[in-house]
């Protein structure tokens, strides 16, 4: 079996198991490949790679596909990253939810001026939070939730016990303190949470994006953020990266980190462990994990 992959720590490759050839992007490439591994973003590499090298599996390491999608030929599959990135996202979301409760910014802002700036704090315990999206990394932001005893209200594609779907959102938007975007962007998705959504929102509550920026129509949104209608806390935005002069930089009432909740210490161990399960599917001939199928 080859592999054709960017660069990544020794420790990624360590667990696979005996034969596997791995062959690196900065490399003469080879005419085929079992699995190829497209670094994150880079469009214009995976399309000649797609075109040069006859390739059977395509494996991102990001969970959503909307970025490869389009570049991907007919009959090559498809799979995404999902449960890489669970436990460093949930534990954004936590961040965000907490930071904007106990209002961080404020106080950082005091801490700067050297100003002693005391006053009562809003509770995480007993909030009302929608997770609109409810895969992996959705089922591991609940799980970090529960224990603040917050009420959870998880909305999917699909109804089952206890998941409502976006029909209910017209009578769970005015409900929820929080809502936090865990979406991937498809053509249903894209701009969701537009004028409506937001003037749905209950007045004052947070919107958390750890999904992706086109989920949300940014104009609306600047604008529910001036009227102080809703607070935000957004590691993806919409254009992205966002230009040093977007208004969404200066907004009132937002905090905004550059795309990095999934990004932490332990990547490369979550990826060794999610390859070596996937290469030992493909070699034994078992079903792969995580296939791509109605764009997600």
């Given at each position: 079996?080859r592999?054709?992959?960017p660069?990544?720590?020794?420790?990624v490759?360590?667990?696979?198991?005996?034969?596997?050839?791995?062959?690196?992007?900065?490399?003469?490439?080879?005419?085929?490949?079992?699995?190829f591994?497209?670094?994150?973003?880079q469009?214009?590499v995976?399309?000649?790679?797609?075109?040069?090298?006859e390739?059977?599996?395509?494996?991102?390491?990001s969970?959503?596909v909307?970025?490869?999608?389009?570049?991907?030929?007919?009959?090559v599959?498809l799979c995404d990253?999902s449960?890489i990135?669970d436990?460093?996202?949930a534990?954004?979301?936590?961040?965000?939810?907490?930071?904007?409760?106990?209002d961080?910014?404020?106080f950082?802002?005091?801490?700067k001026?050297?100003?002693?700036?005391?006053?009562r704090?809003?509770?995480?315990?007993?909030?009302?939070v929608?997770?609109?999206?409810?895969?992996?990394?959705?089922?591991?932001?609940?799980?970090?939730?529960?224990?603040?005893?917050?009420?959870?209200?998880p909305?999917?594609r699909?109804p089952r016990p206890?998941?409502?779907?976006?029909?209910d959102?017209?009578?769970l938007?005015?409900?929820?303190?929080?809502?936090?975007?865990?979406?991937?962007?498809?053509?249903?998705?894209?701009g969701?949470v537009d004028r409506?959504?937001?003037a749905?929102?209950?007045e004052?509550?947070?919107l958390?994006?750890?999904?992706?920026?086109g989920?949300v129509?940014t104009?609306?949104l600047?604008?529910a953020l001036?009227?102080?209608?809703?607070?935000?806390?957004?590691?993806?935005?919409?254009?992205?990266?966002?230009?040093?002069?977007h208004?969404?930089?200066?907004?009132?009432?937002?905090?905004?980190t550059?795309h990095?909740a999934?990004?932490?210490?332990?990547f490369?161990?979550?990826?060794?462990?999610?390859?070596?399960?996937?290469?030992?599917?493909?070699l034994?001939?078992?079903?792969?994990?995580?296939?791509?199928?109605?764009?997600?």
């Open positions: 079996m592999i054709l992959a660069r990544l720590r020794e420790e490759w360590a667990a696979l198991p005996e034969g596997v050839e791995v062959r690196f992007l900065d490399e003469p490439w080879p005419k085929a490949c079992d699995l591994i497209p670094p994150y973003g469009e214009e995976v399309r000649r790679v797609l075109e040069e090298v390739v059977k599996v395509v494996q991102t390491l969970a959503g909307d970025w490869i999608l389009p570049l991907v030929p007919e009959g599959v990253g449960g990135h436990a460093p996202v534990e954004w979301v936590v961040l965000a939810l907490l930071a904007l409760l106990k961080l910014s404020g950082l802002e005091a801490q001026e050297g100003r002693w700036a005391p006053r704090l809003s509770d995480l315990e007993g909030k009302r929608l997770l609109l999206g409810y895969g992996s990394i959705g089922k591991a932001v609940a799980e970090r939730l529960r224990p603040f005893g917050v009420a959870l209200f909305v999917a699909h206890g998941v409502y779907t976006r029909e959102l017209p009578a938007l005015p409900r929820a303190d929080a809502v936090v975007l865990l979406l991937p962007l498809t053509p249903e998705t894209r969701i409506d959504f937001l749905r929102m209950k004052g509550a947070l958390v994006n750890a999904g992706r920026g989920l129509d104009e609306a600047l604008e001036e009227a102080g209608r809703v607070r935000a806390f957004l590691d993806v935005t919409d254009p992205e990266p966002l230009p040093r002069d208004p969404l930089w200066r907004a009132r009432g937002v905090v905004i550059p990095v999934g990004l932490s210490e332990g490369s161990r979550r990826v060794a462990r999610f390859l070596a399960e996937q290469v030992g599917r493909y034994r001939g078992e079903p792969l994990l995580n296939v791509v199928r109605e764009g997600y």
